[in-house]
């Protein structure tokens, strides 16, 4: 049992989630105390010591009966209730149906089914190597089902009745038969999902741990593909929570602030004016940021990430106001509040469509003048402004005067460059920019862009 | 302590609490390895009240520690108690001069009381916080951290060490070990993500709203004089309305209260008008009762 339940760990950890090597030990620990004997307890001690949030319970419970179930239920023979004449009968009416069915009508008559070597053929060649993870064990023993004949099994059923009328076979026996065959039909696609399923779950697990290996991390996110994005954002959940930890430690290790005369004085009043108590002022002060991002087509991929993780870091910051730009530009925070970086697929549409209209290609120092006229007072000696783009501005003027301007007014004006650096346009204008910025971070996959998101969080 | 699982249900059953088998597997578990159990889930499905009876099942003192923002460990863990170290000094200051009486610098009578100050920060003059408490109590309690997802995460931290060892260190005493290790439930709602370290070092059990026959078996257990009937109506109401997009949904405990009213008001059935009248006892925006009148008509 033990090595079932260390394969199940696998087959967990394979599809996502993350179960410790301490879990696993007391999850042993657990299963030696409450034994094996009650499978709804046994489930129930495996669950609680090994999944932590309610998320994984949908993958625990999908993968559970995988991996513990009884052995699979045989099937029924339907010659063992019928007599002699009928048992001849539908023998000899099934020679008579000759064609690609016979394996499948065999199978459902006798109750044999197919072997465990046949199913594991018939897999591979529907795509079970091909396979994602357990979820498309449907997929793949729909194939097999089509492979096998399933689809035209009604038809094939019709005219073995048919043919087993002709031969004068009573109404009740061929009732009888159809029944067993349903029965037995119901159940070996059963048991071929759950064969699939466990076999997709076993190959998941042997296969390395893609995200880690590939360096998903550091590829460039507009070379990602949809299933890496996909990927990437699950892992984007626990880079949120590293983060979290890590300013919060970082508070707490922290300097213990200024000398506060004012809270020491009144805690002395309780020790008859003796300051036994000496009061600090911690600095708690949370970065409030201004986010100002371009949203031209090239930069999709990295708009999204970086929403994702300024929002899922809400509360780590004081407050975010966003702005998009690329042609013209505008305030988008109101947009920001209505998605849900968890759940939402699409977050860089909304945001794109803000900044509709005006002329065809970015310009960033008419955007920069907007900002300048209309939400200045966004900005204030308190705020971080993070600016994400390229610094491309499509030959227009770039205005580093108003940069300038903006740099001065903030606590920090820091740049997220997505640019290229063996690339770099003729149109950029990053060299104007640059001696305005405090810092300039490049932003170009998820590991650069958590270590500056890391690096705003420090101040 | 339970013998069996069969032996957690029947005496949380004793203490008018159903524990679904989840429930009872978990505290079952916690017992034997001797782990702090997390439970997640909405409010109002019991979690608190989970710690209560448990302590009261298995004859424990309950000690409860009520997380807020900006929790720390002096009011969590303990505090010296400054007014007393005062009234002493004052009380003390003849014995003070004899001990100091002689000393001819100030370095030497300095020297002196540094001798004795452990007299002053001694256990006497500790007031013991839950958590103390907790560690320190003569015998074994159940520890209840409620709502630990509304304290910071630097108080998650610092409730590591506890936690995995029971016991803590202050500088002027050194460790202090568990004379019993306590039983710990954490509760929360789930307004923010846990560390991972925290959750690692815990059980895990996710409380939901239950369904309509536990339900109905919590209803008939707490309020007896509610007839099967309008019982029956009434929690397909309740689990009617969970249903829908509210801002909060009717939790056990309002569905409780409920049925009290209901009794109080000796309603013979749910309809239109004792709804009408009684909805405010279940729902508690008014957005939500006008949304939940306008949907069951």
């Known amino acids: 049992m033990d090595a079932r339940v260390i394969e199940f760990v696998r087959g967990l950890r394979a599809a996502g989630v993350r179960v410790s090597l301490a879990e696993s030990r007391e999850a042993m620990q657990a299963v030696q105390i409450m034994g094996i004997k009650n499978r709804d307890m046994f489930r129930e001690t495996l669950r609680a010591t090994m999944i932590k949030e309610v998320a994984s319970y949908r993958v625990f419970d999908e993968l559970f009966p995988l991996y513990f179930s009884a052995d699979d239920p045989p099937l029924q023979n339907v010659y063992d209730d019928l007599d002699t004449d009928d048992q001849n009968m539908l023998r000899n009416a099934l020679q008579a149906m000759s064609g690609q069915l016979d394996d499948l009508l065999d199978w459902l008559t006798s109750g044999e089914g197919p072997t465990k070597e046949e199913l594991e053929r018939m897999a591979e060649m529907a795509g079970k190597n091909y396979a994602r993870d357990h979820r498309d064990a449907v997929y793949v023993t729909r194939e097999m089902l089509r492979e096998m004949g399933f689809d035209k099994l009604q038809e094939k059923m019709a005219q073995l009745v048919e043919k087993l009328l002709e031969m004068g076979m009573s109404e009740s026996a061929i009732m009888k038969i159809l029944g067993v065959m349903e029965a037995n039909q119901e159940m070996l696609v059963e048991n071929m999902a759950r064969q699939v399923g466990r076999q997709i779950a076993q190959d998941r697990a042997e296969r390395p741990d893609d995200l880690h290996d590939s360096d998903l991390m550091g590829k460039a996110f507009n070379s990602l593909s949809a299933p890496e994005k996909i990927e990437l954002r699950q892992e984007l959940g626990r880079m949120v929570n590293q983060l979290k930890t890590r300013a919060a430690l970082r508070r707490k290790r922290g300097d213990r602030g200024k000398f506060d005369a004012k809270g020491t004085i009144r805690a002395s009043q309780r020790t008859g004016g003796a300051p036994f108590e000496l009061k600090y002022k911690r600095n708690r002060q949370k970065p409030s940021l201004v986010l100002l991002l371009d949203v031209s087509g090239s930069l999709r991929e990295t708009v999204d990430f970086a929403l994702r993780l300024i929002y899922e870091l809400q509360g780590q910051v004081s407050k975010v106001r966003t702005f998009a730009f690329y042609r013209t530009l505008s305030e988008v925070t109101h947009i920001m509040t209505k998605i849900d970086p968890k759940n939402d697929d699409e977050i860089y549409q909304p945001v794109r469509r803000a900044v509709d209209g005006g002329p065809y290609q970015t310009d960033l120092g008419a955007c920069l003048q907007t900002f300048h006229d209309k939400h200045l007072s966004a900005v204030s000696n308190r705020s971080t402004v993070i600016v994400v783009g390229d610094g491309c501005n499509s030959y227009n003027d770039p205005r580093g005067d108003l940069l300038q301007d903006l740099s001065r007014r903030a606590k920090k004006l820091i740049w997220f460059n997505t640019e290229d650096p063996y690339q770099i346009q003729d149109d950029s204008d990053m060299h104007v920019y640059e001696p305005h910025c405090d810092a300039i971070y490049p932003v170009r996959n998820l590991r650069q862009l958590s270590a500056a998101v890391d690096k705003i969080l420090i101040d | ?26 505290v079952y578990l916690a017992q034997q390895l001797g782990k702090p159990v997390l439970a997640e889930g909405p409010a109002g499905v019991g979690k608190t009240e989970l710690a209560k009876v448990w302590a009261s099942a298995s004859g424990r003192p309950l000690v409860r520690l009520q997380c807020y923002e900006g929790l720390d460990e002096s009011k969590a863990l303990y505090e010296w108690e400054y007014a007393k170290q005062m009234l002493y000094t004052q009380l003390l200051r003849d014995t003070l001069k004899d001990v100091l009486s002689g000393a001819k610098t100030l370095r030497e009578a300095s020297e002196r009381l540094s001798k004795e100050d452990d007299v002053f920060f001694s256990e006497e003059f500790l007031l013991p916080r839950p958590l103390l408490t907790a560690l320190t109590s003569d015998e074994p309690v159940v520890l209840l951290i409620d709502e630990i997802d509304r304290a910071d995460v630097e108080f998650e931290a610092f409730l590591l060490e506890i936690l995995s060892d029971f016991q803590v260190s202050i500088p002027e005493l050194g460790t202090i070990k568990a004379k019993h290790q306590p ?20 059980l895990f059990l996710h409380v939901d709203y239950p369904n309509f026959e536990a339900e109905m078996n919590i209803v008939r257990m707490k309020v007896p004089d509610l007839s099967e009937d309008l019982a029956k109506q009434a929690i397909s109401v309740v689990q009617e309305l969970r249903k829908m997009n509210l801002r909060k949904m009717p939790s056990i405990s309002e569905t409780l209260d409920w049925a009290r009213a209901l009794v109080t008001l000796n309603a013979k059935e749910i309809d239109a008008e004792t709804l009408n009248n009684t909805l405010n006892v279940l729902l508690k925006y008014e957005a939500d009762v006008q949304n939940a009148r306008r949907r069951m008509g």
Do not use: P
């Open chain 2, 1 to 26: 302590m339970f013998k069996d699982i069969q032996d957690v249900v029947s005496k949380l059953n004793d203490q008018e609490y159903i524990a679904s088998e989840e429930i009872s597997t978990v």
């Open chain 2, 183 to 202: 039983m710990v439930l954490l509760t929360s709602n789930n307004t923010r993500e846990l560390s991972e370290a925290l959750k690692r070092r815990c």
